[in-house]
Each structure stands twice: as structure tokens, then as C-alpha cells.
């Protein structure tokens, strides 16, 4: 059982940048993977972005190349996502993501075991 926190989201203005946190506690040796999904109001989840536990493989959605960043802290069991240049089309909720076995799709919602509560990010035109 892996239990995930999310933390940094809140209301910035377009263009801003935020440093989201996602931290794992419990049967953290289980977990091969994290990632990023995203879910706005009336819209279905969608995958933002991933980084293997063990050697750090990366992947992002196209729509968040070049802006954003995950990185991993394997000594805190903590993943970041940071984003730049925010759009109003970035705001969701954003939800934090473990994958306890090696993923063969990073995109599906299925290939993650464990989920986090979530934290809003709201950007403002």
C-alpha cells in the first residue's frame, strides 16, 4: 500500500510558473514509476507527464514539452512537476500517479496503482 500527497498548487496569473510536489509514503519500494494527470472541469483525465524510479526515464504529453519539468528526489520518495509560462488551459486538478509495476503505456490512467487527493492549479487570463 503506497500512499501519495500532493502539494504547490494554487492560483497564479498566466505566463507564472508553479513547482508542484507529490510525496510517497508506506510500501515505497514497490512503486516503479510516477506521473502526472490532470483533470479539468467536464473533461476526462489526461496524462501530463512521467519519470521512472529507477533509472529516470522521462515522458511528457506534447502540450507540456518545453514547459515543464519532472524531476524525482529518490532520498525523499518525492516527485516534482515544475511549470512555466502557465496558460489558462493548464487549470485542473492535478493529480499525482504510482505505477507498481514497469509500464507498458505511460498515457493510460490503468497503468497507475495508486492515486493522490489532488491539488488545483488555476490560471488566470
Known amino acids: 500500500q503506497v500512499q501519495l500527497v500532493e502539494s504547490g498548487g494554487g492560483l497564479v496569473q498566466a505566463g507564472g510558473s508553479l513547482r508542484l510536489s507529490c510525496t510517497a509514503s508506506?510500501?515505497?519500494?514497490?512503486?516503479?514509476?510516477m506521473g502526472w494527470f490532470r483533470q479539468a472541469p467536464g473533461k476526462e483525465r489526461e496524462f501530463v507527464a512521467a519519470?521512472?524510479?529507477?533509472?529516470?526515464?522521462?515522458v511528457y504529453r506534447d502540450s507540456v514539452k518545453g514547459r515543464s519539468t519532472i524531476s524525482r528526489d529518490n532520498a525523499k520518495n518525492t516527485v516534482y512537476l515544475q511549470m512555466n509560462s502557465l496558460k489558462p488551459e493548464d487549470t485542473a486538478v492535478y493529480y499525482c500517479?504510482?505505477?507498481?509495476?514497469?509500464?507498458?503505456?505511460?498515457?493510460?490512467?490503468?497503468?497507475?496503482?495508486?492515486w493522490g487527493q489532488g491539488t488545483q492549479v488555476t490560471v488566470s487570463s
Open positions: 500517479a504510482a505505477a507498481s509495476a514497469r509500464p507498458w503505456n505511460w498515457y493510460r490512467q490503468a497503468t497507475y496503482d495508486y
Open positions: 508506506g510500501r515505497t519500494f514497490g512503486v516503479y514509476a
Open positions: 519519470i521512472s524510479w529507477s533509472d529516470g526515464t522521462i
